[in-house]
């Protein structure tokens, strides 16, 4: 009994993948406040807080938005057999088509069991009430369909990675809330400095998908290196225009100066042999 239930237990058992990238943090200061912290503190201190401050950007509830902003994510596909089930990302063979023009799509659960590679039974819940009825049709591909008055219809995917349909088992299909899919992934990732006293961060993340994984820590990066670019962008264009503010300030200030002089030589008969040819 009990090694039948290990290989149960191993076989079934959901694989889990890793993503792991590397990121050099800029040394280079050039905001005011780190200036300061410069001048108040130790400076292995300061680059240590930047660090620090650095990692908690990257793992920030915005950035992880922002990567996933970046993903096709906003339905999720799943197969499911009598036991396990997977995620199908970009790997789908069918697709959830949203017919009706909408701003945002409700939480649906739809589950799909194929008769044949046309026909199919469909059961959709909505996932935003507690105690919801579910919703049973007899359908076909591309054959449209309404609930809670948005109309679908589900078709087959053109994409390069399409898989035949598998009339074993169902397919699971959810409509996403990003904002709680942010929340889950952040629980899978990691953001720290490789070791001490090195301005490397090191960006980890796990889930059951791998090219989902990949995808993310990708999205990730760039979005963390877009956001630095416009930082840094922002900072130079507020530079200019203090600069220019100030020396506006200053040829207002050299003028009056110089009008005053003017008259105080008027007033005194000073004559400027500069100016006499």
């Given amino acids: 009994l009990g090694f039948f239930t290990g ?7 959901k694989s889990e993948y890793k993503a792991t990238a590397t990121m050099k943090v800029d040394d280079e200061s050039s905001d005011m406040s780190e200036f300061l912290a410069i001048e108040m503190f130790a400076e292995s201190f300061n680059q240590y807080d930047k660090i620090l401050t650095e990692a908690r950007i990257l793992s920030s509830r915005t950035m992880i938005e922002r990567a996933i902003n970046k993903l096709p994510l906003d339905i999720r596909y799943f197969k499911s ?3 396990a089930s ?10 959830l088509q949203v017919i009706s023009k909408v701003d945002q799509l409700d939480l649906v659960h739809f589950e799909v069991w194929f008769n044949d590679s046309t026909n199919f039974t469909i059961e959709i819940v909505d996932e935003s009430k507690e105690e919801a009825i579910p919703e049973t049709h007899d359908l076909k591909l591309e054959e449209p369909f309404t609930f809670n008055g948005v109309t679908y219809s589900i078709v087959k995917s053109n994409s ?21 899919l942010a929340l889950e992934f952040d629980k899978d990732l990691f953001v720290g400095q490789v070791e001490e006293k090195v301005s490397i961060l090191q960006i980890s993340f796990i889930s059951t998908n791998a090219l989902l994984c990949k995808d993310f820590v990708d999205a990730l990066t760039s979005s963390y290196t877009k956001l630095m670019f416009e930082k840094k962008a922002s900072a130079a264009v507020n ?19 110089e009008s005053e002089i003017t008259k105080f030589k008027q007033d005194k008969k000073i004559i400027d042999f500069e100016t006499v040819e």
């Fill in 7 to 13: 290989f149960i237990v191993s076989k079934y058992k």
């Fill in 86 to 95: 997977y995620e199908l990302y970009k790997k789908s063979p069918i697709t």
């Fill in 81 to 83: 057999g009598k036991i």
């Fill in 239 to 257: 530079t200019l225009k203090f600069i220019d503010e100030r020396l506006d300030k200053l040829t207002d200030k050299m003028s009056v100066v």
């Fill in 160 to 180: 390069e990675e399409l898989t035949e349909i598998i009339l074993d088992g169902s397919y699971e299909i959810y409509t996403v809330d990003r904002s709680q």
